[in-house]
């Protein structure tokens, strides 16, 4: 019996020791790593992310890799064996390049319960909305107000002898705010839009590479000496000459014509990669890009809405930011079909 007793307890003595080993060797494991991979103009607060890693036991780790179609190019080219488990950041316009090239696993995520269904543009749910933002035309109101010029409400307005040379645009090939702009017009006048363009052409339209270039050398209002009072730039920018004003501001020295069509809505969306090494830990993430913490904070960092409902937006967009209620739109299968064709298309008529 004495033997028995001293067996059992030696087996149990192991088993506690195995326990111990156990716990230890997941205590000196650390956290997880997730990597999300994002273009250069992702932001967001540290402490968000501190709060998601702190709960889930793991260390987010941001790969910024260029401009979304940069990005969208070495998601594909690495989709057989993925830099990440995450991407964020392919807008409407390069989500059909994106879903075509099958790079992502659909997730239904639950936290889709509190986004419109109109910012839900993969019905297969492999690419989920996570914020969007209206390029629109900018304006600089002492321009406008001094030289006692009313500010364009169409597209026909800006072709107006009046408007002569004092618009500024990006080239659609070089540019996202560019390429929205343009779809602007071709969902506007359709088959048409060459011929609009070859009007603004003729009326003295200012193309420029790059949004910072437009909108820091170019625009009057934000570089003091630039040549043109109108930008192709956000509905949100007015918000963001408040917010980053070296002084108070009780008025944006800007603002936006968000008049019915002259706005292209960008939706930006966030996947999980195909063959990604955390699956649950991304679908996790996924969810928390889309609750209230993560939504809220993303304004001010990026100066984009929120696609949750339930997201409270900061004083400073309630007040300066506008958002258009007819926006431009096309399917992102309409633009995957005619993108390259149209911008060579444009650059053929603006050489």
Same mark, same amino acid.
């Given at each position: 019996m004495k033997k028995l007793t001293l067996l059992v307890f030696s087996l149990r003595h192991a088993q506690g020791i195995a326990i111990l080993f156990l716990l230890a060797a997941c205590a000196s494991a650390g956290p997880t790593t997730l990597t999300v991979m994002t273009h250069d103009s992702f932001a967001i607060s540290e402490d968000v992310v501190t709060s998601f890693e702190e709960a889930n036991n793991v260390d987010v780790v941001f790969l910024q890799s260029g401009d979304a179609g940069s990005m969208l190019n070495k998601a594909v080219l690495s989709k057989d064996a993925p830099l990440?488990?995450?991407?964020?950041?392919?807008?409407?316009? !390069?989500?059909?390049? *994106?879903?075509?090239?099958? =790079?992502?696993?659909?997730?239904?995520?639950? $936290? /889709?319960? $509190?986004?419109? *269904?109109?910012?839900?543009?993969?019905?297969s749910f492999r690419a989920l909305p996570v914020?969007?933002?209206?390029?629109? =035309?900018?304006?600089?109101?002492?321009?406008? *107000?001094?030289?006692?010029?009313?500010?364009? &409400?169409?597209?026909?307005?800006?072709?107006?002898?009046?408007?002569?040379? +004092?618009?500024? @645009?990006?080239?659609?090939?070089?540019s996202s705010p560019g390429l929205a702009f343009m779809l602007a017009t071709r969902a506007y006048f359709g088959d048409g839009f060459?011929?609009?363009? &070859?009007?603004?052409?003729?009326?003295? @339209?200012?193309?420029?590479?790059?949004?910072?270039?437009?909108?820091?050398?170019?625009?009057?209002?934000?570089?003091?000496?630039?040549? &043109?009072?109108?930008?192709?730039?956000?509905?949100?920018?007015?918000?963001?000459?408040?917010f980053f004003a070296p002084s108070p501001l009780t008025e944006s020295p800007t603002a936006s014509i968000i008049a019915s069509g002259m706005c292209f809505r960008q939706i930006e969306f966030v996947g999980i990669f195909k063959n990604g090494q955390n699956r649950d830990l991304a679908e996790k993430f996924v969810d928390f890009m889309l609750g209230e913490q993560f939504q809220e904070d993303m304004? /001010?960092?990026? !100066?984009?809405?929120?696609?949750?409902?339930? $997201? &409270?937006?900061?004083?400073?967009?309630?007040? !300066?930011?506008? =958002? *258009?209620?007819?926006?431009?739109? +096309?399917?992102?299968?309409? =633009? $995957?079909?005619?993108r390259d064709a149209w911008i060579e298309a444009w650059a053929e008529i603006m050489k």
């Amino acid at each position: 019996m004495k033997k028995l007793t001293l067996l059992v307890f030696s087996l149990r003595h192991a088993q506690g020791i195995a326990i111990l080993f156990l716990l230890a060797a997941c205590a000196s494991a650390g956290p997880t790593t997730l990597t999300v991979m994002t273009h250069d103009s992702f932001a967001i607060s540290e402490d968000v992310v501190t709060s998601f890693e702190e709960a889930n036991n793991v260390d987010v780790v941001f790969l910024q890799s260029g401009d979304a179609g940069s990005m969208l190019n070495k998601a594909v080219l690495s989709k057989d064996a993925p830099l990440a488990d995450v991407m964020f950041g392919v807008d409407n316009t !390069f989500l059909s390049r *994106a879903l075509a090239a099958d =790079i992502f696993d659909a997730y239904q995520s639950p $936290a /889709l319960s $509190a986004v419109p *269904a109109e910012f839900v543009l993969d019905s297969s749910f492999r690419a989920l909305p996570v914020d969007y933002g209206d390029v629109c =035309i900018n304006y600089d109101k002492n321009y406008f *107000a001094e030289n006692n010029l009313a500010v364009p &409400q169409s597209f026909e307005d800006l072709a107006k002898p009046e408007y002569n040379g +004092l618009l500024v @645009v990006e080239n659609p090939a070089t540019s996202s705010p560019g390429l929205a702009f343009m779809l602007a017009t071709r969902a506007y006048f359709g088959d048409g839009f060459l011929d609009y363009w &070859q009007s603004l052409k003729d009326n003295g @339209v200012v193309v420029v590479d790059g949004w910072e270039t437009a909108y820091y050398t170019n625009f009057s209002a934000s570089s003091g000496n630039g040549n &043109q009072p109108m930008v192709v730039s956000y509905a949100s920018s007015p918000a963001a000459e408040v917010f980053f004003a070296p002084s108070p501001l009780t008025e944006s020295p800007t603002a936006s014509i968000i008049a019915s069509g002259m706005c292209f809505r960008q939706i930006e969306f966030v996947g999980i990669f195909k063959n990604g090494q955390n699956r649950d830990l991304a679908e996790k993430f996924v969810d928390f890009m889309l609750g209230e913490q993560f939504q809220e904070d993303m304004p /001010l960092n990026m !100066f984009v809405y929120p696609v949750n409902e339930a $997201a &409270q937006l900061p004083d400073v967009f309630v007040n !300066f930011a506008q =958002i *258009a209620e007819n926006p431009a739109m +096309l399917s992102y299968e309409e =633009i $995957a079909t005619n993108r390259d064709a149209w911008i060579e298309a444009w650059a053929e008529i603006m050489k």
